[in-house]
């Protein structure tokens, strides 16, 4: 009787071990997927071309802020003044948060697909338990690396800087506002140091 027990039971034992086998080569080779060299590679490019993506975004919205901001200063007189300095200063501020932004981005994005990586990762690596095979879980993936990639970017591209120099548009909206008005007055042949009916002084004062 202890005979066949014993029999039965290292039959079980080298079914187990056989399993863990299985398990064991499945979620290697899942890890081999993982860790291609290549896949750093594809992070640091995505990385780059996230970058690469929001710079031209930047670079061109400060192409029309620059502008805007010599129009604003022209209309106003403000050309060499303490208000072009400011203006300026503060253009260069805000440029300068939009680089750092940028990179924020950019590196967030690759950190945002290392983790969608480590997810699928660990998610085939728990199949791999449930009887997964080896030729699967390496199908899997590598498709999960390409999805996770191709959704990386279509984030990515979607979501752009926003308004990065939105002070000076309201400095240049403000000195438009102001030719406007003078230009209407000028218009009507109001001066400030006409005299008028009322109090036969001037506005302007002397």
């Known amino acids: 009787m202890s005979g066949g027990s014993n029999k039965a039971a290292n039959e079980a ?11 064991a080569s499945t979620q290697a080779r899942v890890n081999q997927v993982f860790n291609n060299p290549s896949r750093a590679a594809d992070i640091a490019d995505y990385v780059g071309a996230v970058r ?24 106003g007189g403000l050309v060499g003044g303490s208000t072009q300095r400011d203006q300026q200063q503060r253009f260069g501020e805000d440029y300068s948060r939009g680089v750092l932004d940028v ?11 290392e983790a969608a990586d480590q997810d699928a990762r660990a998610r085939l690596i728990q199949l791999a338990t449930s009887g997964l095979d080896t030729t699967t879980a390496a199908q899997q993936a590598g498709a999960a690396l390409r999805t996770n990639l191709e959704a990386g970017r279509s984030t990515a591209m979607a979501q752009g800087l926003g308004d990065m120099f939105g002070g000076m548009k309201s400095f240049a909206d403000a000195a438009r506002t102001a030719s406007e008005r003078r230009r209407g007055l000028r218009d009507s042949g109001y001066s400030p140091y006409q005299p008028t009916a009322v109090t036969g002084g001037y506005y302007g004062g002397r």
Do not use: C, V, W, Y
Request: hydrophobic share 35%.
């Open 13 to 23: 034992n080298r079914m187990e071990q056989q399993r863990q086998a299985r398990i």
């Open 103 to 113: 990179e924020r981005r950019a590196l967030g994005a690759g950190s945002e697909l």
């Open 52 to 75: 690469e993506f929001h710079t031209d975004d930047l670079n061109r919205q400060k192409s029309d802020a620059d502008r805007n901001l010599r129009f604003a200063l022209a209309r």
